[in-house]
């Protein structure tokens, strides 16, 4: 869909072409085969006439052909960092180019960030992994597939470990620009060295109470944000506190306020709440990692941490910054499907509607848990049951009429949703059913099969709670600070 509408409408140069579509085009052809020869070997595998059939009832020969020919594109997965910074820098130098990226994340088959698709072929690589993982978990060594199933994982996991260390670098490189898009009043966010750890709600204690804020957590500096959305959907800057010699501590007892931490920086401080015991928890975490970073680094790259935007307001400027009128920000909590269609559902916003936060850790756990299948949907107030192709990426459940739909009929963001099965007296009488809930907003999806039940519950825990601190533990030791 892209490269045919670059093509159309010429809005970008040669040499950017050339970098990125000679990259795509082979991976894409191969997986498009990949697929086709799952699907005919499925197909046998289903067919009831076939004679032979046991001699088709195996995946692995397939998947140890594919991955050891994957091996040969390898040179093109390379390429993807080199790709991702050449379009974000042609992005910024050429404004036709940047509004033809904007006007094709409009379009509904754009229901991602961009350059998030650019990073989907390092991702299927993680998936093809934990697709054999399940498949050798599952069969006795003694199974016929056993072996095949054995050495192409052997095989993806090489794939996956050589490009790890790429794979985290874009990853937070494309964060950095998708949240620059959201944020105006900084100008210098995607700077070499800076990592994203965090963002989301938190209330800035002030003269007029609680208000809530948007925070943005740096492996260098804190940003929050004024009281909402402005006009254009996006969230502006009000105040920086850089990480270096910067506290933090519990202050419940002292401002009588639940959740409460005081950050003391060097040339301000802040009392902020949390909503919750566990998110607070999640916050001081974060902060005191960030914050022993920035020490433990101060001295290796003093320049970088200077790159921050200063923060040169006086302490009267500050507290007047937090006065805005209300006039000026509409900071209205209406529900996401009333939000203009233009950035209005990106991550930020969901967090902001939600009351919550997401960090780049939950980022990396969502990759790896990302499913697709028919799933039948059941409103509250409704009798009957909806069949659809449901996509489960990026925190959010996407649907379909089918799975030959190029574009999703709706979606619905879940963090802040609880995962439950339904009780009696809900009167759902049905198998494999799974509840979604809200607020006021209640869902019930079924599943077709024990298994996929089983799946789809697994995935989806992982976007409505918090990954253990064992896993949070294990991706912050693979960062590279």
């Not at 780049?360 to 069949?387: C, H, I, P, T, Y």
């Not at 979604?436 to 298994?451: D, I, P």
């Amino acid at each position: 869909w892209f490269q045919s509408t670059v093509s159309k409408e010429d809005a970008m140069p040669e040499a950017l072409k050339s970098l990125i579509f000679p990259n795509f085009e082979p991976l894409h052809k191969f997986h498009t085969n990949f697929l086709k020869e799952i699907e005919q070997r499925l197909a046998l595998w289903e067919g009831r006439s076939n004679a032979q059939i046991r001699d088709y009832q195996r995946i692995g020969d397939v998947m140890l052909k594919n991955i050891q020919g994957m091996k040969h594109l390898a040179v093109h997965l390379w390429k993807h960092s080199e790709a991702l910074e050449a379009l974000e820098n042609g992005i910024k130098s050429s404004r036709r180019l940047e509004n033809f990226c904007r006007d094709f994340e409009l379009q509904k088959v754009c229901y991602l960030p961009l350059n998030t698709f650019l990073l989907r072929p390092l991702h299927r690589l993680m998936h093809y992994k934990q697709v054999l993982e399940r498949l050798c978990k599952h069969h006795p060594p003694s199974h016929a597939d056993f072996r095949d199933c054995r050495a192409a994982l052997a095989g993806i996991t090489e794939m996956v470990a050589q490009l790890h260390g790429t794979m985290i670098k874009m990853e937070n490189f494309q964060k950095l620009h998708e949240l620059k898009k959201d944020l105006i009043g900084i100008d210098n966010l995607v700077v070499p060295g800076r990592e994203f750890i965090r963002l989301g709600s938190l209330s800035k204690l002030s003269g007029k109470g609680l208000q809530q804020r948007m925070f943005f957590l740096f492996n260098d500096v804190l940003l929050y944000t004024s009281r909402g959305l402005t006009a254009s959907n996006q969230f502006k800057v009000h105040g920086q506190l850089p990480l270096y010699g910067m506290t933090i501590k519990e202050s419940e007892d002292e401002w009588g306020v639940p959740h409460c931490l005081t950050l003391r920086g060097q040339r301000q401080s802040i009392i902020v709440a949390a909503s919750s015991r566990s998110e607070m928890e999640k916050w001081v975490e974060d902060i005191q990692m960030a914050i022993d970073l920035a020490e433990k680094n101060s001295s290796l790259a003093p320049e970088f941490l200077a790159s921050s935007p200063p923060d040169n307001k006086s302490p009267d400027e500050a507290t007047a910054a937090d006065q805005e009128s209300e006039d000026d920000l509409s900071a209205s909590r209406t529900s996401l499907e009333r939000q203009a269609p233009h950035r209005g559902n990106t991550m930020v916003h969901v967090c902001w509607h939600r009351n919550t936060s997401v960090s780049m850790v939950d980022f990396s756990v969502a990759v790896e848990n990302q499913l697709s299948g028919n799933l039948l949907r059941k409103f509250k107030n409704s009798n009957g049951w909806q069949k659809l192709w449901v996509v489960f990426t990026n925190f959010c459940l996407f649907f379909y009429k089918s799975h030959q739909d190029n574009h999703p009929l709706a979606s619905l963001p879940l963090l802040g949703y609880s995962l439950t099965i339904p009780s009696e007296s809900e009167n759902i009488h049905k198998d494999y059913v799974f509840k979604l809930h809200f607020k006021s907003h209640v869902y019930y999806f079924r599943a077709e099969s024990e298994y996929t039940f089983e799946r789809w519950m697994e995935v989806i825990r992982s976007a409505t709670s918090s990954a253990s601190r064992a896993h949070v533990s294990s991706h912050k030791e693979s960062l590279v600070y």
